[in-house]
């Protein structure tokens, strides 16, 4: 029974160290279940100790640590994230990912489809660059996005400042807005 137990120990123990052993287009699609799946233990096994978000001319350097707040922020939105195609270029992963989530709807860019860099390192995924958001009204977008954040500072000044607010509590508020302004009576 003894060696049983010990068999399976190391099994397991062995199993759990696999996570590295993954094709970079395993991490990516690894990465995008996991956040499918709430999992952050998940994440953190394929991406390197630091990672960096790259969108347009933001550059988000991230912590493992750090990183987590950011998955907090969206986790609030409740997005779904489905991999439509994975393309390997000069060592680096071209992802298109098309995305659902509560804060797309309101924006009306449900869902949205983009392309990403994704580069890699011996410890995992390094760096996510955003290339194109092939579907996206960026028009749109704006217009949203500033209608909204002009009434809550009008209507709802408690909340002002969710849209730079980039923690969960920001992303809480930025539900609330959406709430708030999809339900005032103005709008009847």
């Given at each position: 029974m003894k060696k049983y137990f010990v068999?399976?120990?190391?099994t397991t123990l062995l199993t759990g160290c696999d996570d590295k052993g993954l094709t970079p287009s395993d991490q990516v699609t690894e990465y995008y279940h996991a956040f499918n799946d709430s999992d952050f233990s998940r994440i953190t096994a394929v991406i390197a100790d630091s990672i960096t978000i790259v969108e347009g001319e933001y550059v988000m350097p991230y912590s493992q640590k750090n990183f987590h707040e950011q998955f907090k922020w969206d986790s609030i939105f409740q997005p779904?994230?489905?991999?439509?195609?994975?393309?390997v270029q000069n060592n680096q992963i071209i992802a298109t990912v098309a995305s659902s989530s509560k804060r797309y709807k309101y924006l009306k860019n449900d869902p949205l489809t983009c392309r990403f860099e994704i580069s890699?390192?011996?410890?995992?995924?390094?760096?996510?660059e955003s290339l194109e958001c092939l579907d996206a009204d960026w028009n749109v977008?704006?217009?949203?996005?500033?209608?909204?954040?002009?009434?809550t500072k009008k209507n709802h000044p408690e909340l002002d400042g969710f849209i730079h607010d980039l923690t969960m509590n920001g992303a809480i508020n930025y539900l609330k807005a959406i709430e708030l302004y999809e339900n005032r009576q103005d709008a009847l």
């Open positions: 068999l399976f120990f190391f779904t994230y489905k991999v439509v195609a994975l393309e890699f390192n011996s410890d995992g995924i390094t760096k996510l977008w704006q217009a949203e996005r500033d209608s909204l954040v002009n009434w």
